[in-house]
C-alpha cells in the first residue's frame, strides 16, 4: 500500500516542480501549484469595462478559443439568500493557459476547467476567450499582447517563469490576475493581481492556528530534504519565532519517499526526556504515518495539505487519527453549500493536484467577475480555495487567503474546526 501510494506522490511530485508554487503537493514544476508549493503576491488593479449605455460587439474567437455568453442562475449568498444580479456588462475576459504544453498541459487544463465551471454558474455579460499558449516565455508574451487588446481582463499565466516574465516585460496595461507566483523581489506590475495556491501562507496560517490552541508550546518541526518541505518548515518555523515561541527543527533523512528508520529511532529516543508541545509536520501522509508508527499518535500533530491522505473508499490511517491539517475547502469540505454548487472535477487525473488547480480555476473566475465591478474597490469572496480578500484600492493590491482547518479522523472523515472556514 506504501510502495503504491509513494509511486502516486512521485508523479504527482513531477508535475509540481512546473507549477511549483501552490498548493500542498507537487505539482508541475513551473506552475507553482502543487504538492507543496505556491506563493502568493498582490499588485493593483485597474480595469477598462465600457459603459453600460455602450454597445459591445464581443470579437470573433481566435483559434481553439471557448466563448460563451448566456445567462444562468446566480449562486445564493452564503446566508442562503438569491443573489441578485449583477450589474456586468459587455465584460470581455482572456484566459491565458499553456494548454499546447506537455508539461504543463494537464495542469492548465485542470484550471480551465474549472474557471469555465464559474462561468457557467454566473455567466451573464461575460465573454470568456481561452488563449491557448505553449512553454516559452516569449510565446506567452506575444499571446498576453494579442489578449490585452481584445479583452478587458486577462487572467494567466499559470508558470511562474511566464509570471516572471510577463511582471518584467512592462506589458501589463489591463487588470491581470496571474495564477502564480514570479518569485521576485521587484515590485510587480500596478494592475498585476497574483492569487496563486502558496504553501508558505498555508505554514504561516498553520503556525497561527497551532500557537491559538497552545499558547505556551514549544513546537517540534520535522522536515526532510525536498525544496517544498524546507520551504514549508521555514516559512512555518519563521513565523512561531515571530509569534515569541521556541522550537527544535529535525531534517530526516528520505530516500524513495520512506524516512530512514535509524534517524526516526534516534529521534524518538531523544524524544523521552525532552517532549515538545506539539509537532509540525513538513511531510507528505506517507512520511508521516512512518514517523507517527516510530513516535507514537499521543503528539498534537499539524500540517499542511501535503499531509492530507484523501477521501478514497475504505482508507484506513489509524496513523494520522486526530491530526490537524489546512487544505481548500474543495479538498477538505466537499459538502460545504457553496463548494457543492460546482461539479467535480472529472479529468483523466482525479489527483488532489488537479483538484486545487481546477478550484483555483473557480475561483479566479469568480475575482475576475467582481473585479469588472468593483476595480479600484475592496471585496471578499467565500470561495472554493477559501475566504478570498481583495482589495485594490491600495497602491499596491492586496490578496489574502485563508483555507480551511479540519481534523482527519480516522476512516477518511474530516472533522471542521474553528480556525479557517
Known sequence: MLKK?????????????????????????????????????????????????????PPPPAPNSETRTSPV????????????????????????????????????????????????????GVTVSVVPTGDSAQATLDAYARAV???????????????????????VSKPTIALNHPQTSAPLPRRMLVIGLSLEDEATQVADWAAAEHPAGRALVVTGPATWQQRLSGA?????????RNNALVELPIADGYVDANALAQLRTS????????????LDAVQLRQV?????????????????????????????????????PWTVQPDHPLVSLYPRWGGDSNGFDMQRLYALGIDAYRIARELAQRPHGAFEIDGVTGRL???????????????????????????????GR
Open 149 to 171: 487588446q481584445q479583452n478587458d481582463i486577462v487572467v494567466g499565466p499559470l508558470s511562474r517563469p511566464a509570471v516572471a516574465a510577463l511582471a518584467a516585460s512592462g506589458a
Open 236 to 244: 512555518f518555523a519563521a513565523r512561531w519565532t515571530q509569534l515569541g
Open 389 to 419: 480578500s481583495i482589495d485594490m484600492g491600495q497602491s499596491s493590491p492586496g490578496f489574502r487567503r485563508v483555507e480551511s482547518g479540519v481534523v482527519y479522523r480516522d476512516g477518511g472523515q474530516f472533522e471542521t474546526v474553528a480556525f
Open 5 to 57: 501510494k509513494n509511486l502516486k506522490g512521485l508523479l504527482a511530485a513531477a508535475i509540481v516542480a512546473l507549477v511549483a508554487g501552490c498548493s500542498s503537493t507537487p505539482l508541475p514544476p513551473d506552475t507553482g501549484c502543487g504538492v507543496p508549493g505556491g506563493l502568493c503576491a498582490p499588485a493593483e488593479p485597474m480595469t477598462s469595462v465600457p459603459p453600460p449605455e455602450a454597445e459591445y460587439v
Open 73 to 124: 442562475e446566480l449562486p445564493p449568498t452564503s446566508d442562503g439568500k438569491p443573489r441578485a444580479a449583477a450589474n456586468v456588462q459587455g465584460i470581455r475576459v482572456a484566459l491565458l493557459l499553456p494548454l499546447e504544453s506537455q508539461a504543463l498541459g494537464q495542469p492548465a487544463e485542470a484550471v480551465r476547467a474549472g474557471f469555465m465551471a464559474g462561468h457557467e454558474r454566473e455567466r451573464s
Open 271 to 282: 524524544l523521552q526526556g525532552d517532549a515538545p508541545q506539539l509537532v509540525f509536520a513538513a
Open 292 to 328: 507517527r508508527s516510530a513516535l507514537g499518535t499521543t503528539l498534537p500533530t499539524y500540517g499542511t495539505s501535503s499531509i492530507n491522505p484523501g477521501r478514497e473508499p475504505g482508507t484506513s490511517a489509524p496513523e494520522l487519527a486526530d491530526v490537524r491539517i489546512l487544505d481548500l
